[in-house]
T-cell receptor, first 114, second 116 residues
Framework: DTEVTQTPKHLVMGMTNKKSLKCEQH?????MYWYKQKAKKPPELMFV???????INESVPSRFSPECPNSSLLNLHLHALQPEDSALYLC?????????????FGSGTRLTVV | AQTVTQSQPEMSVQEAETVTLSCTYD???????LFWYKQPPSRQMILVIR??????QNATENRFSVNFQKAAKSFSLKISDSQLGDTAMYFC?????????????FGTGTRLKVLA
């Protein structure tokens, strides 16, 4: 299995809703990432988990809450989002604890906040 | 701080022709990694090619090759025998070789369209 699987592929949520994005990989990668990508822009790093511990939080608002229950699974819990949070959310994983061999990305979750 | 510049927002190429995408970067580091990723309309970012800065030999992956000029801080991507499936956004990315630093610095991207 050489894939990163993200669910759901599309999500529409209201500003008062609570939802979660899920990311799964079975490649034995020990680093996992959440990125946010606006249209026609490069991805922006949000969080990095290395060996199941949060190692980087790029000053992301607390309405985004990451969770890494085990080495194969990464969640992003969403609460009280704003319309400007609408974007493509990409999950990625990499070998070891870093990304110097490159990332494997998922296909993303297209999030719309209404 | 490191920066990555892709000066060509859009490019087009005829099928079977060769195209070169440019990328320049600014860093005071001596050891680092450089990458090209493609993002087709399917949204998934796919690693195209990777270069280690301490290796002088240019990386190649089938039809994809790079021209890495460390002194000039240039890292261009050449796509030979372009195919319709190469139509995508291409991002150049830089990563420092520092333990605990897993952050890519991405360029703004080049949208490549391969014409039939």
């Amino acid at each position: 299995d050489t894939e990163v699987t993200q669910t759901p592929k599309h999500l529409v949520m209201g500003m008062t809703n609570k939802k979660s994005l899920k990311c799964e990989q079975h490649m034995g990668h020990r680093a996992m990432y959440w990125y946010k990508q606006k249209a026609k822009k490069p991805p922006e790093l949000m969080f990095v988990y290395s060996y199941e511990k949060l190692s980087i939080n790029e000053s992301v608002p607390s309405r985004f809450s990451p969770e890494c229950p085990n080495s194969s699974l990464l969640n992003l819990h969403l609460h009280a989002l704003q319309p400007e949070d609408s974007a493509l959310y990409l999950c990625a994983s990499s070998q070891g604890g870093g990304g110097n061999y490159g990332y494997t990305f998922g296909s993303g979750t297209r999030l719309t906040v209404v | 701080a490191q920066t990555v510049t892709q000066s060509q927002p859009e490019m087009s190429v005829q099928e079977a022709e060769t195209v070169t995408l440019s990328c320049t970067y600014d860093t005071s580091e001596n050891n680092y990694y450089l990458f090209w990723y493609k993002q087709p309309p399917s949204r998934q970012m796919i690693l195209v090619i990777r270069q280690e800065a301490y290796k002088q030999q240019n990386a190649t992956e089938n039809r994809f090759s790079v021209n890495f000029q460390k002194a000039a801080k240039s890292f261009s991507l050449k796509i030979s025998d372009s195919q319709l499936g190469d139509t995508a956004m291409y991002f150049c990315a830089f990563m420092k070789l520092t333990p605990g630093t897993y952050k890519y610095i991405f360029g703004t991207g080049t949208r490549l369209k391969v014409l039939a």
